[in-house]
């Protein structure tokens, strides 16, 4: 047994999420230490952009693994920020929550202001933590893996403190691909050396330029959630790239820029965590 993946002592919130490596993480977890006890929480929080294939993952590794998880969404009931519980049947699809985020911000995320994570993620689940279960500290797991060195937080500054139970345990992205083809079940989603580019919000704008350009070509129908945005705000989730001029340049080339390596920008996973 891997004691890495026992759990640490007091309240204890999962973060799952809907990914093959949060899903690897909890399937360690679950096995070092059975059923998990009330004060430990497996969380997902759903932004209403992630991929219908994310959704039906979460769900399937909740029913084959026999794991209770929360699902929560950002929401404002009388003004103000919130949360609310929903499930696989009631959870928002067309990006509900973020709207309503972008609509109270005024402004979109970007680059230098990614409120996005922290906002759509991360304070829902503190809320219901605290204010549903009224915990009052708590260790966050979050699926870090032993590569991902650089995207570590030591101090949170709020109620909780890290466990990156996956760093501390020396996993790469390799050994989360192999599990996953050993398993009844997987994600539907490409997994190319262990890496799901369709994973995450589906036009997130910190996915590479050749990520995006293979959703609009692929998933075209996606976009427009994503220009409206840009349209009702008049501003661009990136800077220098509007995302309307981007999807009709893709959807008017022929294959050769996509064989062609380095046509499109291959920088950053646009993995976020929460």
Known sequence: MNNHYKLPDGN???S???????AFMLHQILEANGDLPDRCQVMFSNTGREMPETLDFVQECASRWNVPIVWVEYDRPDGKAGYKVVNHNSCSMFGEPFEVLIRAKKYLPNIAARFCTTELKILPMKRYLTKQLGWKSWTACVGIRADEGRRIKHDSKDRWSYWYPLHDAGIARLDVSAFWKGQPFDLRLSNA????PKGNCDFCFLKSESTLAAMAREHPDKAQWWMRMEEMTGATFRKGRDLNE???FVQRQQD?????EGYFCQADDGECVG
């Open 256 to 260: 050769w820029v996509f064989d062609e």
């Open 246 to 248: 981007f999807v009709d």
């Open 193 to 196: 050396a262990g890496s799901t």
């Open 12 to 14: 204890v919130q999962i």
């Open 16 to 22: 799952f999420s809907g990914g093959r490596t949060s």
